[in-house]
């Protein structure tokens, strides 16, 4: 389950401000009045100090674990790897004890103060109970390393532990995953934890952003039995995630247009003959055929005719240049035309090499940084192409005109070239005069529909960024905005 975590933290804002201003107060009331401190007795006034203390400490703890909240669950220097957080009802509890130990103190009630003793007891029991499991605990991660845009996927946590008596009692394991435009929290509970034992959960996530996730740190939190203190523990587990561009099908249209143009590229025959490309088999002559085919060393020995058949050969090799290019002063609209130039070239290139197992296919990309990939057919190795593909970003100064003369150099003249481009129709028209060359197709995202030529077998809505007011709830998950 995901959920955003903006107002518990303006709420610990909220708790150690009263806590350190209950303090202050305290401490000026015996600086100011210091004769009033004297109707009260030696254990009375050792007692009012230390609830001084104690309300300045978990002042102090609130604020600090506001601050690392802030920053990403991330230990702040000199805190350590375990936080105290005490919740609404612990807040309220702490009132009633400071209101029957004030009357205890002003009235010199053993009763109040009796009262006050029983009240402080589960308090600390709570506090040391919860410490104690969070030392016993350990947590691993198992997650994978690539997923592709819109896939569900699992990430499994795994909570164990290392006491031998005691059992963990309701904890919450809180992992982070982190994106460069949105951050996201996952939280799995678990019930019980036997001693020396281990327990397994996990967490689906379907992300629609493209790019690389860093996951954790895991935080692991309890407040187990009576809910009077909130402790945590930072687990710095850390793990790399790659999400893909998403690969759709290529839609008949698009065929239909692919066709088309390629019947106009001139291919030299590998073969002699008028109506046959390449070799492949030998079969029995019949009524009909031409005898020009007929493999004369094989129907000798066979003792009949044999005739040699051939099929046309309609594999050919594919170079794409993508032009990765935005202004300076992105819109949305612009970052979603760079995401849907992506997601056509890794699927022109998957189709193609599914197609025509035996071709060359290249891609020469020009965005933030100059990418290059080659690979034959259904042998090719996508992992390299689709890890560049992830972690390419658009650029404002691309030189697509270099990567041109590259690819016409190292193709041959039976390769077909396309130059993908997310610039405007002014930019692209005067990038076309540029380049001059037939051989180049351009393919301009800003003037095709995509829809009509690129579909998915299931729709996915891509996450918009939160408003400062609060979080965007998604499909899947729930995005808390960068601060």
């Not at 930019?427 to 009509?452: C, G, Y």
Request: a positive charge; aromatic letters at 8%; proline letters at 5%.
């Amino acid at each position: 389950m995901f959920k955003a975590a903006t107002s518990s933290t303006f709420m610990r804002w909220v708790t150690g401000g009263l806590f350190l201003s209950a303090a202050l107060t305290l401490a000026l009331f015996e600086y100011f009045f210091p004769q009033s401190m004297l109707r009260f007795s030696v254990p009375g006034r050792v007692a009012y100090r230390a609830l001084m203390a104690l309300m300045g400490v978990i002042g102090l703890t609130q604020i600090a674990s506001a601050i690392s909240a802030t920053r990403g669950v991330v230990a702040a220097p000199g805190i350590g790897k375990h936080r105290m957080v005490v919740p609404v009802e612990g807040i309220v509890y702490l009132v009633i004890m400071f209101a029957l130990f004030t009357g205890a103190m002003l009235t010199k009630s053993n009763m109040l103060l009796l009262v006050f003793a029983l009240m402080a007891g589960p308090f600390v029991i709570n506090g040391w109970m919860t410490y104690g499991m969070l030392r016993s605990a350990h947590v691993t991660r198992t997650s994978p390393r690539r997923a592709m845009a819109g896939e569900l996927f699992s990430v499994e946590l795994e909570l164990a532990n290392t006491r031998r008596i005691m059992s963990i009692w309701v904890m919450t394991i809180r992992d982070t995953i982190m994106h460069a435009n949105e951050d996201l929290i996952a939280n799995i509970l678990f019930a019980r934890v036997g001693p020396l034992k281990s327990e397994t959960g996990h967490y689906q996530m379907r992300l629609n952003r493209r790019g690389k996730y860093r996951l954790g740190p895991i935080l692991a939190i309890s407040r187990f039995p009576l809910g009077l203190v909130e402790r945590s523990r930072i687990f710095k587990l850390t793990d790399e995630l790659l999400i893909y561009p998403r690969v759709g099908r290529l839609t008949s249209n698009w065929k239909r247009r692919w066709m088309s143009a390629t019947e106009l590229v001139a291919r030299p025959q590998p073969h002699s003959g008028v109506f046959h490309d390449e070799f492949h088999r030998l079969r029995e002559f019949r009524t009909g055929d031409n005898p020009r085919d007929i493999h004369w060393r094989t129907s000798a020995r066979r003792g009949e005719l044999i005739l040699r058949e051939y099929q046309q050969n309609r594999d050919f090799n594919l170079t794409v240049i993508l032009d990765l290019w935005q202004p300076i002063a992105r819109r949305d609209v612009d970052a979603e035309r760079v995401e849907q130039a992506l997601c056509f070239v890794a699927t022109l290139i998957v189709e193609h090499g599914r197609t025509c197992r035996d071709a060359v296919m290249s891609l020469l990309a020009s965005g933030n940084k100059p990418f290059r990939w080659q690979g034959q057919g259904t042998s090719a190795s996508l992992e390299g192409l689709f890890d560049g593909l992830a972690l390419m970003n658009a650029g404002s100064a691309t030189e697509t005109a270099a990567l041109t003369d590259e690819a016409l150099q190292r193709s041959s003249a039976s390769t077909r070239v396309l130059l993908i481009t997310t610039r405007p129709a002014t930019a692209t028209n005067a990038q076309a005069h540029e380049v001059q060359n037939p051989r180049v197709e351009f393919i301009r995202m800003t003037e095709i529909d995509l829809s009509k030529i690129l579909v998915f077998d299931e729709p996915v809505t891509v996450s918009k960024p939160a408003t400062p007011a609060g979080s965007v709830p998604q499909k899947d998950a729930v995005a808390i905005p960068k601060t």
